[in-house]
């Protein structure tokens, strides 16, 4: 176990005790006996999660699925690939490029998140704006029951209206319905070009006027729409040494596009009149066109480098929300008053993926935090996140972390009737204890 990295959190191997099952059947086998001798499992995917969904303890049971790792199937003229859920986002987009073809879904740690990992917590990233989260991606998949049973549903088709469609209970579960083992997703052609643009912008409401502009391009359609607002962009800006001349980093925030189409140039020269749209309604805009694949890199370097805010401020607490687009800008006025309130000096560093209102707030300090801190921070984000249509978790799931936070916004009886599902499939509370919902007394 010393040989494996414990990834984002130091207690994922807790449990002092790994298997690594190479089959579904395995993973059935080990579920029966850790099931009949009832031993809590922890299933691990990539541990990437922030949300400590991947946590183990003395007693427990860590389930890898890493080294269930193959494309079983890649079709092009369905679109559809059928993988075990230990491969990773990066090897399924590699052999979905030499079809022509991409999973539709794309984020920063695409290295090592896993697709089972992805499909347990719902997993969104950069292009859910356009394509939906993961839950859109999926067409079937498999998984383990607590009792080491398994449900198949390995449909291969968009169409399919048999009777409950049971497989969403498992997308977005992290493990405490059941271990997913294998998926069947859909897969989108890849376009011939991209390009890549970032404008510096006066306010929240230039950003989405210039996001309304892309997707409405004529000439290619938007693939991403990342807002990273000043603190942000200038502390990854200073860490990687980026600059460019007529390129102010002062502005309020930053706008980092993505197009796809057929052509690089007619892409670049839509971004020149999108760019010129803009200058029309706020002259005091300015934008840069990446006009190579290293200055494309090094644009998306800038966004995808979080690991310089947790070198700068170890640990730092981060928060995951989803606000309406029409709420943005109100909320962040709010959040960073509150913050204020709370501590004159509390400046969030504020990035994430504007066109779908997810936003992502990591605090300027090191963690963890006082909990009456910590209850103050959360009061200012969480207070009116369910009245305004938002939610406190866009894309990073309840883990360990947040189930406070889903006891205190959500609609009671949803809570009920996620109880009724988890004692109906799981009612030893034996699969991934301790997250999404606390164990009865």
Known sequence: MAAIDPGWNQFNFGAGIVVAPGSTAEVALVVGICSRHAVPIVPQGGRTGLVGGSVSKIGEVVLSLGRMNRIER???????????????????QAAALDEGLEPGIDLAARGSATIGGMVSTNAGGV??????????????????????????????????????DLK??????????GIITRIVLKLDP???????????????????????????????HL????????????????????????????????????????????????????????????????????????????????REDTDILYRTHPAAPSYDVSVPLSEIDDYVSRVLAGFCAIEPDLSP??????????????????GPLAESTAAAVESVLYEDIRAIGGSFSAEHGVGSKRIHSLLATADPTKLSAMECVK???????MMNPGKVLRPPL
């Open 223 to 302: 693939r991403a729409a990342e807002a990273l607002w000043r603190s942000y962009i200038k502390l990854t800006a200073s860490a990687h040494g980026w600059s460019e001349p007529g390129f102010d980093l002062d502005q309020p925030i930053c706008l980092l596009l993505s197009l796809g189409g057929g052509r690089e140039e007619a892409l670049c020269d839509e971004f020149e009149r999108i760019f010129a749209q803009v200058l029309e309604c706020f002259p005091e805009s300015t934008g840069i066109v990446a006009g190579s694949r290293r200055q494309e890199n090094d644009l998306w370097r800038l």
């Open 74 to 92: 890649l079709d092009p003229v369905e679109r559809v690939a059928v993988v075990e859920a230990g491969v990773t986002l990066a090897a399924l």
């Open 190 to 220: 890849m376009p011939r070009a991209t390009a890549t643009a970032m404008f510096g912008l006066p306010t929240v409401g230039a950003a989405l006027e210039t996001i309304r502009l892309a997707l409405n391009s004529e000439a290619g």
């Open 127 to 164: 292009m859910a704006f356009r394509n939906g989260v993961m839950r859109h991606r999926v067409l079937g998949l498999e998984a383990v029951l607590a009792d080491g049973s398994v449900f198949s549903d390995l449909t291969r088709v968009v169409k399919n209206s048999a009777g409950y």
């Open 423 to 429: 004692r109906a499939l799981d009612g030893q509370h």
């Open 168 to 177: 969403h209970l498992f997308i977005g579960a992290e493990g405490t319905l």
């Open 349 to 366: 560093y504020l990035f994430g993926h504007l066109a779908d209102g997810n936003l992502h707030i990591v605090l300027n300090r090191q």
